[in-house]
């Protein structure tokens, strides 16, 4: 597809489970971001990669997050011992290029749930 | 500390009439962006306002991005109902590449 596109669409899983989450971006898009937004708010940056690098892993909120991107393409985001505070969807965007002009394009989403 | 706060939070009014929504921040900004989503989607692209005093009109949308760079501004003429969504201003601060989202508009158009 010509679209970012987010697997699983949805997720349900035990409180301490570890889960991860896929992003695939548009081709030729060297940016990824990866946000999270909890109950149709704002959005909450969390990392974003260009190429294979991460320039800015600020808003990660714990050690428990991490992410990583491969070939330039795909990326996952792992959680490890969920939480229920980690209930979310999360959002990955991709861009030509990081910087300020270069528009975001989204997919639409994991929705995860702790339980 | 959220660097963009966009009010209302919520609005809802009838098809036909008139609203605007605002995007205010302490921060400068070297763009703003606007993105509006839809529910079990992610946020759609409308417009790149790049100039203090940039005003930018997308059929019933005009967005206006403020001189000093730190708030922008959404006025709808003639809401419909397929104008209903949350509504979302990003904003990069000079020499960051990360976008920053504000709080979100929920805007409902009554038929």
């Known amino acids: 597809g010509a679209g970012v596109s987010q697997s699983p669409s949805n997720k349900v899983t035990e409180k301490g489970k570890d889960v991860e989450l896929r992003c695939d971006p548009i081709?030729?898009?060297?940016?990824l971001y990866w946000y999270r937004q909890s109950l149709g708010q704002g959005l909450e940056f969390l990392i974003y990669?260009?190429?294979?690098?991460?320039?800015?892993k600020s808003g990660l909120p714990s050690d428990r997050f991490s992410a990583e991107r491969t070939g330039g393409s795909v990326s996952t985001l792992t959680i490890q011992r969920t939480q229920q505070e980690d209930s979310a969807v999360y959002l990955c965007?991709?861009?030509?290029?990081?910087?300020?002009?270069?528009?975001?394009?989204f997919g639409n989403g994991t929705r995860l749930t702790v339980t | 500390t959220q660097l963009l706060e966009q009010s209302p939070q919520f609005l809802s009014i009838q098809e036909g009439e008139n609203l605007t929504v605002y995007c205010n921040s302490s921060?400068?900004?070297?763009?703003l962006q606007w993105y509006r989503q839809e529910p079990g989607e992610g946020p759609v692209l409308l417009v790149t306002?790049?100039?203090?005093?940039e005003v930018k009109k997308l059929k019933r949308l005009t967005f206006q991005f403020g001189d000093a760079r730190k708030d922008s501004s959404l006025h709808i003429t003639a809401a419909q109902p397929g104008d209903t969504g949350l509504y979302l201003c990003?904003?990069?601060?000079?020499?960051?590449?990360?976008?920053?989202f504000g709080t979100g508009t929920r805007l409902t158009i009554i038929p």
């Open positions: 990003a904003g990069a601060p000079f020499g960051n590449e990360k976008l920053t």
């Open positions: 965007a991709s861009s030509l290029a990081a910087g300020y002009n270069s528009p975001l394009h």
């Open positions: 990669f260009q190429g294979n690098s991460a320039p800015d």
């Open positions: 921060s400068v900004f070297s763009s």
């Open positions: 081709s030729g898009h060297t940016a």
């Open positions: 306002v790049v100039t203090g005093g």
